[in-house]
């Protein structure tokens, strides 16, 4: 990819920059900006650009409220509603339980801020604008280390177990992606896409999780009940007894009874959080 490259610090040594293994870690982006992607600045103040912000600045606060986050590492995003290419994310530096909709920055697939003052978490930029390029169904990514799906992607075998009805809600939806390091370029982020392929979830093997979606009602929906099924796994597990699976058959029919009511579930759990925060955390709405 053109243009991109990390912003090192002044006591960093020169490595191979061809090799992600040898390159340092660098926090946030930085790019030429005379390749910045022009685009009317009109079409982020649209009142959809706006929901979109108020409902990602949602999720970031109730992910926090519930311990889904790790530090300043995780990161959300949405496409720009009435765009293709750039994408709403979380700007490097801040904790998910301090974001405001106004602190959220939108990034071309190129890495450039057309709106914001900070630039991303440079894995960020690597991981989700390569999902949204290359996914186009991907209209939302969530990405956490939350710490139940984080600790069974950790096991050998597949993480998740058919074994309780909230798992049966992702049933054939999910795939797993082995651990490659950091994603510090655009190959990486490609490599992360295809992984996902035409599942909702893919648990990253050593490092965490990452949900996408259509809408971020459904992306939020579906991470919160997949933490829930990940932790109701765990804590059988601790038992040392054997999980008893739901049969396949059995499991493929409650999994389209769960999706025949369609996306109401999903907006109301939104909506529900979303008047939780106002009497805990108003500010989210700035």
């Not at 709403?88 to 909709?101: D, H, K, T």
């Not at 390569?130 to 597949?158: C, D, I």
């Not at 038992?239 to 499991?251: E, F, N, Y």
Request: hydrophobic letters at 45%; proline letters at 5%; one cysteine or more.
């Amino acid at each position: 990819m053109a243009d991109i490259r990390a912003r090192r610090s002044s006591g960093t040594p020169e490595v191979d920059g061809n090799n992600p293994h040898r390159r340092p870690m660098a926090h946030s982006l930085a790019v030429d900006d005379t390749a910045r992607h022009e685009i009317d600045p009109a079409l982020f103040e649209t009142p959809e650009v706006r929901q979109a912000c108020v409902d990602l600045a949602a999720c970031f606060r109730m992910a926090a409220n519930l311990g889904m986050e790790e530090g300043i590492c995780n990161h959300f995003s949405a496409v720009v509603p009435g765009l293709d290419d750039c994408f709403i994310v979380n700007p490097f530096g801040l904790a998910f339980n301090e974001i405001r909709a106004s602190d959220l920055i939108i990034c071309d697939f190129d890495g450039h801020v057309l709106k914001g003052d900070r630039p991303p978490e440079i894995t960020a930029y690597f991981i989700h604008a390569r999902v949204h390029r290359n996914l186009p169904r991907a209209r939302v990514a969530f990405h956490t280390h939350m710490p139940y799906a984080t600790s069974l992607a950790m096991l050998e075998g597949q993480p998740l177990q058919w074994a309780g009805q909230t798992a049966l809600k992702f049933y054939g939806r999910t795939a797993v992606d082995d651990f490659n390091g950091l994603a510090l370029d655009a190959m990486e982020g490609d490599r992360i896409a295809a992984a996902i392929g035409d599942a909702d979830v893919v648990f990253m093997r050593n490092h965490g999780v990452m949900v996408v979606g259509t809408t971020i009602a459904e992306a939020w929906n579906d991470l919160y009940y997949l933490e829930r099924a990940c932790q109701v796994q765990v804590l059988a597990e601790s038992t040392g007894r054997k999980l008893r699976p739901v049969p396949s058959v059995l499991a493929a029919a409650t999994y389209a009874q769960m999706r025949s009511g369609g996306n109401e579930s999903a907006i109301q759990h939104l909506a529900s959080i979303k008047r939780r925060l106002l009497k805990t955390d108003p500010d989210y709405l700035l």
